[in-house]
């Protein structure tokens, strides 16, 4: 491809997925050009820094990254160590930048791509024209670029889902920003555990983000008199609420979901169930409360800890011609194996350049991104992705079409299943299901699975 045009190939984002393509674009003789919003790789994963994954190292680093890394001296961390998100960052990820050299642009946000001359509109010699690609700086100054294709790995992270259930901001949210967060609470940074000490912190959402911040919370209780969290669940609470326990194929995951299911038997936090939220208010002594749908209130809240999910930005996409699921906002031919009302992270198999390709010609959705709303997105999964994307630009169909990855089957690793309540036969099961979480996996953050959040652990974050 840009052996044809002398234009690279563009990437969206420096994290573990763009990070990944850009090493699979040099494997294949074509020049990667990876913008990065950040001051540095990762940016958001070291948002996160405090945070262990649920994977170990052998399932985070990507082949052909480190054949990348190899003539540097790198040498790969102990494969059965499970790395934080800080460990993540600066052992793999901001070497693995630092061998791409200056295919690596930071402090450069991207805030639109489209075809050159022609907007979303226009038909006339469409595919045969390049992208331009404008950036802004952070000293306010702009950048038109021009590229071969482009490859969109820019995550999730950015862009978490509102506290509204019916995925709008609820009212008052806005107002009462002050008082809301959207991450998982670094405790041991002075700052945000003072923040939570002693105080009742509504914590809403069902997945590892949630687990992490009630385990975190039940722990700051046993040592700050008052700390309490209130768990808000939008269903009801199943033997599947807490994930797949003893049963999970990823044991630190598994643990997580029973010291969220401990932070609730041992009073550190009371569930609130099929709670839907519509309003925020704050009260007269300057707390706060949340209402429902259905007008119930909570009781008097210092701190909100929103950790309902992730969203795609398509903003900057606008004049690109997508081809997107109305629901998921995934890839057209990708939503139907991820959509977690049908599908499990074990039946969702390994994908490439043929599921995320769009009516706009080379251009994809990768990582977090790629599964649009859906929770369960994998690292390898991911690496998978873009191996796939870079033989299909280079010409190699074949190797674009045939897939090299292998994922391990897991019981434990369900959907949403039913909205409203779980059929009896779920209701009564212990295992099976689980949090929305994947292995092996991201941690998704903010995300009620979730993580490029928790988890993924993207992401799920």
Same mark, same amino acid.
């Given at each position: 491809?840009?052996?044809?045009?002398?234009?690279?190939?563009?990437?969206?984002?420096?994290?573990?997925?763009?990070?990944?393509?850009?090493?699979?674009?040099?494997?294949?003789?074509?020049?990667?050009?990876?913008?990065?919003?950040?001051?540095?790789?990762?940016?958001?994963?070291?948002?996160?820094?405090?945070?262990?994954?649920?994977?170990?190292?052998?399932?985070?680093?990507?082949?052909?990254?480190?054949?990348?890394?190899?003539?540097?001296?790198?040498?790969?961390?102990?494969?059965?160590?499970?790395?934080?998100?800080?460990?993540?960052?600066?052992?793999?990820?901001?070497?693995?930048?630092?061998?791409?050299?200056?295919?690596?642009?930071?402090?450069?946000?991207?805030?639109?791509?489209?075809?050159?001359?022609?907007?979303?509109?226009?038909?006339?010699?469409?595919?045969?024209?390049?992208?331009?690609?404008?950036?802004?700086?952070?000293?306010?100054?702009?950048?038109?670029?021009?590229?071969?294709?482009?490859?969109?790995?820019?995550?999730?992270?950015?862009?978490?889902?509102?506290?509204?259930?019916?995925?709008?901001?609820?009212?008052?949210?806005?107002?009462?920003?002050?008082?809301?967060?959207?991450?998982?609470?670094?405790?041991?940074?002075?700052?945000?555990?003072?923040?939570?000490?002693?105080?009742?912190?509504?914590?809403?959402?069902?997945?590892?983000?949630? @687990?992490?911040?009630?385990?975190?919370?039940?722990?700051?209780?046993?040592?700050?008199?008052?700390?309490?969290?209130?768990?808000?669940?939008?269903?009801?609470?199943?033997?599947?609420?807490?994930?797949?326990?003893?049963?999970?194929?990823?044991?630190?995951?598994?643990?997580?979901?029973?010291?969220?299911?401990?932070?609730?038997?041992?009073?550190?936090?009371?569930?609130?169930?099929?709670?839907?939220?519509?309003?925020?208010?704050?009260?007269?002594?300057?707390?706060?409360?949340?209402?429902?749908?259905?007008?119930?209130?909570?009781?008097?809240?210092?701190?909100?800890?929103?950790?309902?999910?992730?969203?795609?930005?398509?903003?900057?996409?606008?004049?690109?011609?997508?081809?997107?699921?109305?629901?998921?906002?995934?890839?057209?031919?990708?939503?139907?194996?991820?959509?977690?009302?049908?599908?499990?992270?074990?039946?969702?198999?390994?994908?490439?350049?043929?599921?995320?390709?769009?009516?706009?010609?080379?251009?994809?959705?990768?990582?977090?991104?790629?599964?649009?709303?859906?929770?369960? @997105?994998?690292?390898?999964?991911?690496?998978?992705?873009?191996?796939?994307?870079?033989?299909?630009?280079?010409?190699?169909?074949?190797?674009?079409?045939?897939?090299?990855?292998?994922?391990?089957?897991?019981?434990?690793?369900?959907?949403?299943?039913?909205?409203?309540?779980?059929?009896?036969?779920?209701?009564?099961?212990?295992?099976?299901?689980?949090?929305?979480?994947?292995?092996?996996?991201?941690?998704?953050?903010?995300?009620?699975?979730?993580?490029?959040?928790?988890?993924?652990?993207?992401?799920?974050?």
């Amino acid at each position: 491809m840009t052996s044809d045009t002398g234009l690279p190939v563009l990437v969206i984002g420096a994290g573990p997925i763009g990070l990944a393509a850009a090493a699979h674009l040099l494997e294949r003789g074509l020049e990667p050009l990876v913008l990065e919003a950040g001051p540095t790789a990762a940016t958001a994963v070291r948002s996160w820094s405090h945070v262990r994954l649920f994977s170990p190292w052998a399932e985070v680093v990507d082949p052909a990254a480190e054949q990348l890394l190899a003539p540097t001296g790198w040498t790969r961390p102990d494969p059965t160590a499970y790395p934080t998100g800080g460990d993540w960052a600066a052992h793999y990820l901001q070497p693995l930048a630092d061998a791409l050299g200056d295919r690596v642009r930071y402090d450069t946000r991207v805030t639109g791509v489209a075809r050159a001359g022609r907007d979303r509109i226009v038909d006339a010699d469409r595919d045969q024209q390049p992208f331009t690609v404008h950036t802004v700086h952070t000293d306010g100054s702009e950048q038109r670029l021009l590229v071969a294709a482009v490859i969109d790995a820019s995550g999730t992270f950015s862009t978490p889902n509102p506290l509204g259930a019916d995925g709008l901001p609820a009212l008052g949210e806005r107002a009462c920003a002050d008082r809301v967060s959207y991450r998982v609470p670094d405790l041991k940074d002075p700052a945000v555990r003072a923040r939570y000490a002693g105080r009742r912190t509504a914590v809403v959402g069902t997945g590892a983000s949630a @687990f992490t911040a009630l385990a975190s919370l039940a722990e700051l209780a046993e040592q700050e008199a008052g700390t309490h969290a209130v768990w808000v669940l939008r269903r009801g609470i199943t033997g599947s609420t807490y994930g797949g326990g003893t049963a999970d194929q990823l044991p630190a995951r598994g643990a997580l979901g029973l010291a969220a299911k401990a932070a609730v038997d041992n009073g550190y936090a009371d569930a609130l169930t099929g709670f839907r939220t519509a309003t925020v208010e704050r009260n007269d002594d300057d707390t706060l409360a949340l209402v429902s749908e259905d007008g119930t209130r909570t009781d008097a809240l210092d701190e909100i800890i929103v950790l309902t999910g992730l969203r795609p930005d398509l903003s900057f996409l606008t004049e690109l011609r997508l081809g997107l699921d109305d629901r998921l906002q995934a890839p057209t031919a990708l939503a139907p194996l991820i959509d977690p009302n049908q599908h499990s992270c074990g039946t969702v198999y390994p994908h490439g350049a043929s599921e995320l390709s769009h009516p706009e010609k080379d251009v994809y959705l990768v990582g977090m991104k790629s599964y649009g709303r859906a929770p369960t @997105f994998l690292a390898l999964t991911g690496y998978e992705q873009v191996r796939s994307i870079a033989a299909h630009l280079a010409g190699d169909l074949a190797a674009a079409a045939r897939v090299e990855l292998t994922l391990p089957e897991t019981g434990v690793c369900g959907g949403a299943g039913l909205y409203d309540r779980p059929t009896a036969a779920a209701a009564s099961s212990d295992a099976g299901c689980c949090s929305t979480s994947s292995a092996p996996q991201l941690l998704t953050l903010g995300a009620g699975a979730g993580s490029d959040a928790s988890c993924s652990t993207t992401g799920g974050c």
